[in-house]
């Protein structure tokens, strides 16, 4: 993660901060997902049905897709120095586009939107991050999520 000044923060708002690494989104993960969440709905956990739906093979989770937002956004995200800790402070909106299906490779664009001075020592990040798929001109979601930096 890139840290900067406090006073520096809003410098970066309206700017693309970068691009993950791809990541590939196998059987493996979206199985592990199901077991964790307990949703095991065919689309995702039965490549057969999956097979006879218009996705043609099973798809991930949209909350696993979400939830790659932190470790996707690990090393792009701007942040204060001095940080102490970052929290996730929940998403203002998410919309899902195309599903991801198994096998695919995604990465997380992240552009920052908004920079917010909570309480004295508190600052609030709002960023807009865009899950690609390889391959694909459309996204799997555009989502903005919030992150509130003590320092």
């Known amino acids: 993660m890139p840290y900067v000044p406090v006073a520096e923060l809003n410098d970066y708002v309206g700017k693309e901060l970068g691009r993950s690494e791809w990541l590939t989104i196998d059987q493996e993960r979206i199985n592990l997902f199901a077991e964790a969440t307990g949703d095991y709905q065919f689309i995702h956990v039965d490549p057969v049905k999956a097979a006879q739906t218009p996705f043609g093979s099973t798809i991930a989770h949209g909350f696993l897709s979400l939830s790659l937002i932190p470790k996707l956004m690990e090393d792009i995200l701007v942040l204060p120095e001095g940080l102490k800790m970052v929290v996730n402070y929940g998403l203002d909106s998410v919309r ?22 909570k309480k004295p020592g508190q600052w609030l990040l709002k960023a807009t991050a865009t899950l690609e798929i390889e391959g694909s001109d459309k996204p799997a979601y555009i989502a903005e999520p919030l992150s509130l930096c003590f320092v």
């Open 96 to 117: 899902f586009i195309q599903p991801v299906k198994v096998n695919s490779k995604v990465r997380l664009k992240v552009d920052l939107t908004e920079v917010t001075e």
